[in-house]
């Protein structure tokens, strides 16, 4: 054999044994991808419209278990899991002209939710990426315990995490879509709020927008950090930690570990009020209506409990319908 043949074999053979050695190499990445797939959370893509020209695309983890009502037996039978996506339009309320009720309107319209729901994904997103934990408060924390959402009469979101974590928060929103802003005064709460929505009279930020309250904490209790909360507002470390998962407007968001008792301090959840402050106007409305929540059930979805194996199952009925029925986990339950 000529040392040309030779050349031109020992060239075959190495790019043979290239070749071969490629396909494993790809052989073994489709393995690895196809493993963390099975292996992690599937990732669920939304598309938010913060206004006509502007969509928003979000990405995040399948964290939740919700059994949904499809009006066969399918959904009684057993847990089907589903990507932890907001409800933009949960039901199709239908307000009926009953003078007693006018106290209790829509708090949003459909296109006001969408960006609320919006702001409030972003904010998640951002905390779960800088590792920020965060619990729904307040008016929020009773919409979930109460409707599964928003008080179908409230106009914003509550939220409150560490005040620690305030500079991680202000530097971490700097990563949020350019029409979402931050606004952090020092010894006030924040508001996420979007730079195209209504404009409030004499303030910095606009409406819709996530309010942002902080806590301190001594070794037993957290509390409010702003004094005008601070005596009302104040909880027992083991009522609120570790944090559990509560569905709200779609997803489980995170929650008081017993949220009954911390809601319980400041709320009776089978008396309904009507809205103190109006966040899209920022002023005190001085005609309150309370009402028992009964009254109202023919109007919104509320929320019905029962014990069942162990665990909390939560119906959302409206008008005598069963829209969805939520597990709560087994961990959460004990304390509810």
């Known amino acids: ?44 893509t939304q598309t938010y419209r913060y206004s006509p020209n502007l969509l928003v695309n979000l990405t995040f983890g399948e964290v939740n278990l919700l059994k949904f009502h499809d009006g066969s037996n399918k959904s009684m039978s057993r847990l089907g899991s589903t990507g932890s996506i907001y409800l933009l339009r949960l039901v199709n309320y239908r307000l009926d002209a009953d003078r007693q009720y006018i106290a ?63 500079d991680v928060l202000r530097h971490a929103m700097r990563y949020s879509p350019e029409n979402v802003q931050l606004h952090s005064p020092e010894h006030e709460r924040w508001k996420l709020y979007w730079t195209k929505g209504r404009p409030i009279r004499n303030k910095e930020y606009r409406w819709p927008y996530i309010d942002i309250f902080f806590f301190a904490e001594n070794q037993s209790h957290i509390y409010d950090e702003q004094d005008v909360y601070r005596k009302e507002f104040n909880f027992p470390k083991a009522h609120v930690f570790p944090l559990c998962l ?87 339950s004990r304390s509810q």
């Open 104 to 166: 209790f309107p829509l708090g949003l319209t459909a296109e006001e939710r969408e960006v609320t729901l919006a702001l409030l994904q972003t904010f998640a997103q951002v905390c779960a990426v800088f590792k920020i934990p965060f619990f729904l408060y307040g008016g929020s924390l009773v919409g979930s315990l109460r409707h599964h959402d928003i008080i179908p009469w409230d106009d914003d979101i509550d939220v409150m995490l560490n005040s620690e974590d305030r």
């Open 1 to 44: 054999m000529t040392s040309r043949n030779k050349i031109c074999n020992y060239i075959f053979s190495r790019k043979c044994v290239l070749i071969t050695l490629t396909f494993i190499e790809l052989g073994f990445l489709l393995c690895l991808c196809m493993w963390m797939c099975r292996s992690s959370s599937p990732l669920v």
């Open 246 to 332: 509560r569905p709200f407007a779609g997803r489980m968001l995170p929650v008081p570990y017993n949220s009954l008792a911390v809601a319980g301090r400041n709320y009776n959840l089978s008396m309904c009020h009507s809205l103190e402050i109006s966040h899209k106007l920022e002023v005190t409305l001085f005609q309150r209506y309370i009402v028992p929540c009964s009254q109202l059930r023919n109007l919104y979805p509320f929320v019905h409990r029962s014990f069942w194996n162990g665990y909390l199952h939560e119906k959302l009925v409206y008008r005598g319908r069963i829209v969805h029925t939520v597990v709560i986990p087994e961990n959460c």
